[in-house]
C-alpha cells in the first residue's frame, strides 16, 4: 500500500532531526570524554565544611559524586534512593554537591526534604560542576579508588537496583 505523502513527510522529518540532533549534540552523550580518565581534585568550601575529591581517593572509595540543584525536581526524585545507597553500602562515598546560587535556599532545601545520611556540599563558586562540565543536573559520576571516572549517569536513578549495586561493589 503507498504511503501518503503526509506520513512520508513525517518520516523524513524525523530522520532529518535525528541526524541534526547528533550532529549538534542535542542529547549530553552516555560516553562523556572523562570517562577512564582522572577525576578532576576538586575542593569545595562552603563555610560549614570541606570536601574534597581527593580526600576520598586516599582512603580508597568508591565515589559517586551527583550533582544537583534544589529547583530541579528529579533531583529530589532520586534523593531517597541515593541516602538509601550510602546506607546499603557504607564502604562507598555518596557526595551530593549543589550549585545553587542562594545558600538560604540550599540550606532550606536540605532541612525541608530531610535530605541526611550522605554528604551534601554547596558549591557557590560553581567551579566543581564546570570541572565536570555538568550544566543539567541530576548527573552523577562514579569514580573509582584512585580517582578514575568508570562512568556517567544522567537524569535520575533509583541507584538500589541490582545492577548498580553490583557495579559498585566491583569496582
Known amino acids: 500500500m503507498p504511503r501518503s505523502p503526509d506520513l512520508r513527510r513525517a518520516l523524513l522529518f524525523c530522520c532529518l532531526l535525528t541526524v541534526a540532533c547528533s550532529l549538534l549534540s542535542c542529547d549530553r552523550g552516555n560516553h562523556p570524554a572523562q570517562v577512564g ?15 574534597s575529591l581527593r580526600q576520598y581517593q586516599n582512603q580508597g572509595k568508591v565515589v559517586v559524586l551527583n550533582f544537583w540543584a534544589s529547583w530541579c525536581p528529579p533531583c529530589l526524585e532520586e534523593f531517597p534512593s541515593l541516602i538509601d545507597l550510602q546506607r546499603r553500602m557504607p564502604s562507598i562515598e555518596v557526595l551530593a554537591v549543589s550549585f545553587d546560587t542562594d545558600a538560604d535556599a540550599y540550606r532550606q532545601y536540605v532541612t525541608d526534604n530531610h535530605i541526611a545520611g550522605i554528604t551534601t556540599v554547596l558549591d557557590l563558586s560553581q567551579q566543581s560542576n564546570h570541572a565536570f562540565d555538568t550544566t543539567r543536573p541530576p ?30 561493589r566491583n569496582l
Open 139 to 168: 548527573e552523577t559520576y562514579i569514580i573509582d579508588p584512585r580517582g578514575i571516572i568508570r562512568r556517567k549517569f544522567i537524569g535520575a536513578q533509583d541507584w538500589t537496583t541490582p545492577e548498580i549495586l553490583n557495579y559498585l
Open 37 to 51: 580518565e582522572q577525576a578532576p581534585n576538586i575542593v569545595i568550601h562552603d563555610g560549614a565544611q570541606t570536601v
